[in-house]
Structures are given as C-alpha cells and as structure tokens.
C-alpha cells in the first residue's frame, strides 16, 4: 500500500470507527509524527512517488555508482519496469547530490610501422551504422597496467566490436602486444561467427598493416578498411567501447596482481554484452539486441 492510501486509511478508520492511531500507525508501520505531519502538509501523489522513486535510484546508485541519471533512468525502464523520464530522474539526483564517480582519462597504445606490408582504404567513412549483424566489425588494442609494489606491469585487451549491436564478438588478452594477440582475436572471432564476411575496420597500427593479417581477412573474403593517420574518431565506436569500459571499471579501483586484473576486465565484458542497457539500442542489451534480429530474420 503506498504511503499516501495508508494516511488517508489511518484518517478514515480513526474518524469513522475511533481507532486509536498510535495503533493504526504501528500496524502500518507509519510513524506517528509523519501522520501528523501529513495531517498539516498533505503530500501529493507526485510527491510521494518521487520518494519511492528516490529510493529506488539510490539503490541503483549504490550498486552502480558509475552511471549518471541518464543511465539509471535507462536502468528504471529496463530492468525495474518504471517509466519514468530522464528530468524526473536529474531532478531526484541534484536533490540527493548522486553522481557518476566515473573519470576520463584517454590513453592510446596504438603503434604504427613505419614499413607496413598492407595500407587499406577508409572504406568505412564514419558510417557506424549496420543493416545486420557481422556487416561491419571494428577492432582495436588498449593497454592496462596493474602494480607489483613500485612496479608497473602491463596487460593488452585486444577486442572486435560488431557495428549493428554493438557486442563485443571476441576478445583476448597478453602480456604482449604483438600479432599473435591480433590474430588470436580474429580467429575467435571467426570461431564465434564462421559465416560471417564483414567489412573489417581498424586503425593502422603495425599488427593490422602486417600481412598475416591481410591474409587471413583475404581468407575469410572479408573487405579491410583503415582509419586516416592521427584521425581517431574514424574508429569512434571502438575508442568509444575503451572510454566506457576504462570509466565504468578500470580507473575505479588499482589492481595489484595480474589475475584480478584479467578478471575484471572479462567480467566487464560480459557485463557490457548481456547486462548493460544502450539507448542506441532501444535500451536494451548488446546480446538482447543481436538475438532480437536473429528471432526476426
């Protein structure tokens, strides 16, 4: 029963049948000084369900601190089943001062060769867009650091993002980046999706310029495309896939073992596929997204 109906229950049943209300009160667990304090200040409906909704976002808040109202609102939507707009929830939030705890720090670990065996084209000109899955596939490597005391070690994240869901379709990560981290990200990815021939984006760092690389698109009849030098926004959503995953976990908290480093970041990743609403994708998922498509072909 919400707060509203039990007032209005407490100051029917005490006028009309002479309950007592600290009896009425205690049985609804309604505080006696917040009944009367109603009694002088009625509060709206609207204001009542702006409680409940307070309560609610601050549960999500506390579970996930790194999103901004934006994302909770998504959150209330989509797995509470509250709808609710985005002013409502910006409004709730300055109001208990909840904000993201996300900061933005970009990096790049993006190596050219200065001999490349293999320069393709920008055939993907900035259009991040896809009719279906596997049409156009983006891939990239970034590099984290975890602390062994004053030393700083590093692991490399090499991963292949799907334009039209948005999923991460493989991903691997080494102590090394070199071709081998490269490579064995593309064949999971070519395990993960056999029929697949996508226009394969990426920018022109030494592994996807190699001619291994080139061999094994040429293999699986897959089209390459490459960014311009020193334009990185012409692989927007891959650089986009690292800020969110480097914001939402990685500058929250410092590793200091390699093992929960690797974790983390897999877990991320499964949390990114199957959990994480995207409003680019009719907020929903990644993978609720892809299998939406597969239901409908």
Known sequence: MHRLAEYEAIKKLSSTKHY????????????RSAY????????????????????????????????????????LDGHKGIHVNDKRV???????????????????????DRNPDHIAKNYLHREFHAEKPNEKWLTDVSEFKYYNGIEVHKVYLSAILDLYDRRIVS???????????????FD???????DAHPLVHSDRGFQYTSAQFYTRLKKHHMKQSMSRVAHCIDNGPMEGFWGILKREMYYKQRFNDRSSL????????????NQRLQRKLHVMTPMKYHEQYTKAA
């Not at 709206?44 to 369900?49: I, K």
């Not at 991903?171 to 990200?185: A, R």
């Open 171 to 185: 991903f691997k990560i080494s102590d090394h980046n070199d071709n081998p981290l490269v490579m064995d990200t």
């Open 262 to 273: 690797i974790t983390a970041i897999a877990n991320y990743i499964d949390y990114y596929n």
């Open 36 to 75: 009367y304090r109603w009694g002088k200040y009625p509060k709206s409906n609207n204001e009542l369900r702006n409680e409940r909704l307070s309560t609610e976002i601050q549960r999500i808040h506390h579970q996930h601190p790194d999103m901004g109202y934006r994302r909770i609102r998504d959150e």
């Open 188 to 194: 999971e990815a070519v395990r993960q999706e056999p």
């Open 90 to 112: 910006l409004r709730i939030c300055r109001k208990y001062d909840i904000k993201s705890n996300i900061k933005w720090k970009p990096k790049s670990c993006t190596r050219g």
């Open 20 to 31: 007592p209300i600290d009896r009425l009160c205690k049985y609804l667990n309604v505080t």
